[in-house]
């Protein structure tokens, strides 16, 4: 995983890109923040105070979101990176959207996430054009 991390320090980012050390407590709270809330739902969906259908946006943001690292890092590839951050954007919005209704704080307690991937996903696609002539190079 080293030399997969030696990749991305160079590729070229934005002056604005957050330092790479940043990310792990950034993450470290999130991921905590996710945890509870998202466990949340899953225990009620479990106990059938909530319907199954609520837990499926959920799903699909746990496995996006868990999806990007070895595409970014394991694929090396910005592209499938981009469209695995636009699923966990939009599957994060879907799940705001359906929790609302039923348990407030879950919606409330999930938005420092969904700015984080906001931004994200707005690096993730300035980084694409910034090496976007770089896959150009990887595919000769």
Known sequence: MKKSYEWY???KKPKWAPPSWLFGPVWSVLYVLIFISFGFVFFNVAKG???FVLALPFILNLISNFLFTPIQFGLKNNYLAAVDIIIVLFSLIFCLFVIYPYIKWVFFVNIPYFIWVLFATVLQFTIV????KNVVKDLE
Not at 129 to 132: A, G, I, P
């Open 9 to 11: 320090f160079q590729l």
């Open 49 to 51: 105070s909530l319907p």
């Open 129 to 132: 054009y910034l090496n976007r």
